[in-house]
Each structure stands twice: as C-alpha cells, then as structure tokens.
C-alpha cells in the first residue's frame, strides 16, 4: 500500500535540495551561537550572553521556518545534524569576528538560493525568501555595529564593553 501524499510538490526540486542545505546552515549557526553564549555566560558577560542565546533562538526560528516551508509546499525537509563547533575564543571580539564571518555565509547562502529560485522560476521559493534576504542585511549590520563599539571601546574593561552589547 503506497503512502499518500500531503500534496503535490510546487518547488523546484533543486530549491528543494537548496533549502535543505539552508535548513542545515541555520541549525549549525543555532549550535555557533549556543556555544558563544555559554563562553559569555562563563566569563560573566551577561549582555553577550543574552544577545547569543537569543541569536541561537533566532537561527532555529529561521531553520523551522524553511523547514516548514519545504513541507508546506509538497517538498521533503531533512532533518538536520549540526556538526561540531567550536566552544573555545580568544575574546569577545573574536566571537563577534566569528559571529559576522558565519552571517556572512548564511547571507551568501541565501542569495544563492534566492537566485537560482529566480534563475528556474520558482516564483513561490522567491517570494519566501525575500524575508530572509532582508533580515540577513540586517543581522549583518547588527554585528557590525557590536564590531564598531569594541573598537571603540578598545583597552577598556571588557564588564564596561559588555554592558553596551544590545540584548535586543
């Protein structure tokens, strides 16, 4: 006896395999950014902190939400499987060096995905992921901000540092 489908699949079965890899990329940085928060939360750096934990959060909304997407629309989504991450840095800019660099490639990935979606008329995977293109221009910004102000702040206690870090 054959399963029944949920629905037909509307996505391109390459977006498909796409958003998979996304939804793998956003649970890794999910994982990145729990292990940043721990390293904060050791060392007493509540601001830093709240901000990963809540960045962690952030990153698995993102991966539940191409997750979603994928079964929503006829697709398969794949469970992912975070590899290893580091737990261990140099400093609080390192983290946020290490923060940027891993937006950058979530950004980099999105685009990728977002235009072969355009390339092979996949009109419904476009649209989705116009969010997406817009929230990583902003989480990019954040980080580069938080950059800013330790290199303002430089040579400054890092308590005194950490208490300027946005939680919101």
């Known amino acids: 006896m054959e ?24 649970q890794q940085a ?13 060392r007493e750096l509540r601001n830093s902190a709240t901000y990963f934990y809540k960045q962690a959060e952030e990153e698995r909304e993102h991966m539940m939400k191409i997750f979603k997407f994928v079964n929503d629309n006829g697709g398969s989504a794949m469970s ?25 490639e979530v950004t980099k990935s999105i685009h990728h995905v977002f235009k072969t979606a355009r390339k092979v008329g996949d009109f419904t995977s476009e649209i989705f992921l116009q969010w997406f293109v817009t929230e990583q221009a902003e989480e990019e910004e954040k980080v580069r901000d938080i950059l800013d102000l330790i290199d303002l702040m430089e040579g400054m206690p890092l308590k005194m540092i950490d208490e300027r870090i946005p939680t919101e």
């Open 30 to 42: 999910s994982s990145k950014y729990l292990a940043m928060a721990s390293w904060c939360d050791q």
């Open 80 to 104: 992912p499987v975070a590899t290893e991450v580091a737990h261990e840095f140099e400093s609080l800019r390192a983290i946020f060096e290490a923060s940027l660099d891993a937006e950058i």
């Open 3 to 26: 399963t029944a489908i949920r629905r037909d699949m509307i996505l391109d079965v390459e977006i498909v395999d796409l958003l998979n890899h996304q939804i793998t990329m956003e």
